[in-house]
């Protein structure tokens, strides 16, 4: 499964965590280093939604050609969402 678009996203994120960063150094204050926070974790879900949607609609959804498959990523799927409880 490719995920390589989501680089552009990643690059993004990766640039705000910088600037978060400066902010820090620059002493800014609370409030509006929060707020960037909130926002890369906003952005993060957003990557973490697209591959579970790539996930489910790719290699789960091939998986129920084959009932061992199945059983197996029913099982992986039910482990990733006890991760899940943040």
Do not use: W
């Amino acid at each position: 499964m490719d995920h390589s678009d989501n680089l552009p996203r990643l690059n993004r994120i990766s640039g705000q965590i910088e600037g978060i960063k400066k902010m820090i150094d620059d002493k800014r204050y609370c409030t509006d280093i929060l707020m960037q926070l909130r926002a890369v974790r906003s952005a993060l879900k957003s990557v973490e939604s697209n591959i579970l949607q790539k996930h489910l609609h790719h290699c789960v959804a091939q998986s129920f050609n084959s009932d061992s498959e199945k059983d197996k990523k029913i099982e992986e799927l039910k482990m990733l969402f006890d991760k899940y409880n943040d």
